[in-house]
T-cell receptor, first 116, second 113 residues
Framework: ETGVTQTPRHLVMGMTNKKSLKCEQH?????MYWYKQSAKKPLELMFV???????ENNSVPSRFSPECPNSSHLFLHLHTLQPEDSALYLC???????????????FGPGTRLTVL | LAKTTQPISMDSYEGQEVNITCSHN???????ITWYQQFPSQGPRFIIQ???TKVTNEVASLFIPADRKSSTLSLPRVSLSDTAVYYC??????????????FGRGTSLIVHP
């Protein structure tokens, strides 16, 4: 247990569906992240939130829409996805996005997404 | 951000010591070096972090030479459960700046019986 939970753990959706991924951290952290990990590829940073404000959007298509209502919760809303969006979606948190020095991230178990 | 270079894969046997070296020639003065471990279909897990010289915890040791242009993760007496991908990250945040964690392809370590 890392203190970061993600639901659902597995999700199968059609290209016309709308679904949401949820992430919750119980660590009192202020920064939260969404990553995408496709098969045989490095983790790709998608979004960063610090103190509920989005600070990074790594050129992610608009069919992925993040939401951060508070520092403990992060959502990723999905709509009209493509089969190539099938991947493991990982959420992470850290103490602060702008700390002097190291910034250890704690990752959730991920959501395995399959787009048909 | 300092770019990192690691071997793509390594093989070892149970009980051996494994050393994985990461090159980061463009490391900045305030950058820290962090290593993560990732098992298949799981999120990465923090292993160790250091700034200079040597850092040791219950899992691993991290050796950083004086010029800090490389670092070596040392795993003592590996077991089959150490089979995973190991990532080296370099970076830091400064007041008013930002730290964007960037994962490369990592090193796939396979431990054989």
């Amino acid at each position: 247990e890392t203190g970061v939970t993600q639901t659902p753990r597995h999700l199968v959706m059609g290209m016309t569906n709308k679904k949401s991924l949820k992430c919750e951290q119980h660590l009192g952290h202020n920064a939260m992240y969404w990553y995408k990990q496709s098969a045989k590829k490095p983790l790709e940073l998608m979004f960063v939130y610090n103190f509920k404000e989005q600070t990074e959007n790594n050129s992610v298509p608009s069919r992925f829409s993040p939401e951060c209502p508070n520092s403990s919760h992060l959502f990723l809303h999905l709509h009209t996805l493509q089969p190539e969006d099938s991947a493991l979606y990982l959420c992470a948190s850290s103490q602060d996005y702008r700390v002097a020095g190291g910034n250890e991230q704690f990752f959730g178990p991920g959501t395995r997404l399959t787009v048909l | 951000l300092a770019k990192t270079t690691q071997p793509i894969s390594m093989d070892s046997y149970e009980g051996q010591e494994v050393n994985i070296t990461c090159s980061h020639n463009n490391i900045a003065t305030n950058d820290y070096i962090t290593w993560y471990q990732q098992f298949p279909s799981q999120g990465p897990r923090f292993i160790i972090q250091g700034y200079k010289t040597k850092v040791t915890n219950e899992v691993a040791s991290l050796f950083i030479p004086a010029d800090r242009k490389s670092s070596t993760l040392s795993l003592p007496r590996v077991s089959l459960s150490d089979t995973a991908v190991y990532y080296c990250l370099v970076g830091a945040g400064t007041s008013g700046g930002s730290y964007i964690p960037t994962f490369g392809r990592g090193t796939s370590l396979i431990v054989h019986p």
